[in-house]
């Protein structure tokens, strides 16, 4: 019997599969090493666009957003515009299975957090804070580009899940949320289908979808990978502008098998199988 699959975005999902590698070979589900993998990520100081060490809005707060979604059942929880909490995928989680809602923001995910056990936190790094220090003084104030950790893993049971984390766009307007804790746009898991996960830019990401389209394609018979080059040929065949920008999306199938693909070159995505991490970087090629 297999011990179970994990994929996530980015040079970053490395560590982050390792653990929920981890999670799997002990016996976890899907969404037990969904959430390890990216805690993992989010804890780590060193990672500026996810988690404590995350950039901050332009007032020079941390606002993060998660999501995770269950294959097997399709429940969903979500938060966005969090702030005080380092992992917020651990409350993504925690309003899957204890809130009669599925999607909490703002001041009002903060006080479901805090009413179930989580902590207020310090979630500005004094490098964090340095770097909004030099772009408030910066006369060219764009906001600064960052890397979403999407996480997909499939059980030793066959059951899928995805999840999905975020400190957003660095320096953004306060309480903008991009495609991340958005289900069917910066994740989709559904066991009949697949899952898949998306990162790079929110505000072109979300107009398309781009998780759904992925799993409704390995729905339709196409490989991961395949399925991915189809959703990131339809952006930008319908928006050629994109290309400008990052986005990319990975993919998991109910067989295990993993993929992903990306807009433009510079896409990378990491795999645990077998006991072993590997790492892949994508070549986009023209049609």
Not at 126 to 143: F, T, Y
Not at 163 to 184: A, M, N, Q, Y
Request: glycine fraction near 14%; charge should be negative; charged fraction near 25%.
């Amino acid at each position: 019997m297999h011990r179970g699959v994990a994929v996530a975005t980015w040079k970053f999902g490395q560590a982050a599969v390792a653990a929920s590698g981890a999670a799997l070979s002990d016996g976890g589900s899907a969404m037990d090493a969904v959430e390890a993998g990216i805690r993992v990520a989010e804890l780590d100081a060193s990672e500026h666009s996810v988690g404590y060490g995350g950039l901050p809005n332009e007032d020079g707060v941390v606002q993060m957003d998660a999501a995770v979604m269950d294959g097997a059942t399709l429940d969903v929880g979500a938060v966005a515009s969090l702030e005080g909490v380092r992992a917020p995928i651990s409350v993504a989680r925690r309003v899957m299975t204890d809130s009669r809602h599925v999607f909490l923001v703002g001041e009002g995910a903060g006080r479901f957090a805090r009413k179930h056990g989580f902590g207020v936190e310090e979630t500005l790094t004094d490098e964090a804070r340095r770097k909004w220090q030099e772009w408030r003084g910066s006369p060219n104030r764009n906001g600064d580009g960052h890397d979403t950790i999407g996480l997909l893993s499939l059980d030793a049971d066959g059951n899928l899940a995805a999840g999905c984390s975020t400190s957003g766009v660095g320096f953004k307007e306060v309480g903008r949320v991009g495609d991340s804790p958005l289900i069917g746009s910066g994740l989709y898991a559904d066991n009949e289908g697949g899952a898949a996960a998306a990162t790079g830019l929110g505000e072109e990401i979300l107009k398309f979808c781009m998780s759904f389209q992925v799993v409704e394609f390995m729905r339709a018979g196409l490989p991961p990978t395949e399925a991915c080059r189809a959703a990131a040929s339809r952006m930008l065949a319908r928006r050629p502008e994109t290309a400008e920008h990052m986005a990319a999306v990975v993919a998991l199938d109910p067989q295990g098998r993993a993929g992903g693909y990306a807009t433009r070159d510079g896409f990378s995505y990491a795999v645990w199988r077998d006991g072993e991490a590997t790492y892949t970087e994508v070549t986009v090629v023209r049609a």
